[in-house]
């Protein structure tokens, strides 16, 4: 499937769900491309997973905003290859550096410069650790196992409207306890 079909797949996977995040994160490394950087050339010509750039393009569509956060050691090499890819100017911010967190900094700077809630991000990366410190945070995260792709599309959508109805479901509750109830004596 080419990268239009891709992005009309995303398309309607993006349609099944009324409510969507305002930010979607991707890790570089085994997140939108299949190998580290650090290990690579600059004057190499890189290659995405074969569905990230549909689900990439589907999201800018639907107003979705996307970022990076990345704990690459070598940002020049990473910059160069989103350059390359033609894809570096569509993410609102990218947070490429190295960092003894995992990615909880890159996530307080990303909410700091977007201004976007925890609550409202989705991210997505290929290692637990990151995704245990960033759930934490309140963002949905995916674990993906072979890159970005239509299948961890539709369950990052879906997990992120879960968490977003559960949560409001808990406001609800509290603002019921809280609030005087007015009806009973009339
Ligand atoms: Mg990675």
Known sequence: MGDDGVKNEAMEILG???????????????TLWPFYCECRSKREMP????????????????????????????????????DKLGIKS??????IYSSWTHKTEHFERIHRKTRVPY?????????????DAVSKMGVTSILVGNGVNL??????????????????KGKQKKSKKSSPSKTEDQ
Do not use: C, H, W
Not at 90 to 95: A, D, G, R, S, Y
């Open 90 to 95: 569509m993410f609102v911010t990218q947070e």
């Open 119 to 131: 609550n409202e991000m989705l991210f997505f990366d290929d290692e637990d650790r990151n995704i």
């Open 16 to 30: 099944l769900f009324q409510l969507l995040p305002r930010l979607v994160v991707f890790d570089l490394d085994y």
């Open 47 to 82: 290659k995405l997973y074969p569905q990230a750039k549909g689900v990439l393009y589907a999201l800018k569509d639907r107003g979705v905003d996307v970022a990076i956060a990345s704990r690459s050691p070598t940002p020049d090499i990473a910059n160069a290859f989103l």
């Open 151 to 168: 299948g961890a599309l539709r369950q990052g959508l879906s997990n992120f409207s879960q968490n977003r109805s559960s949560s409001e």
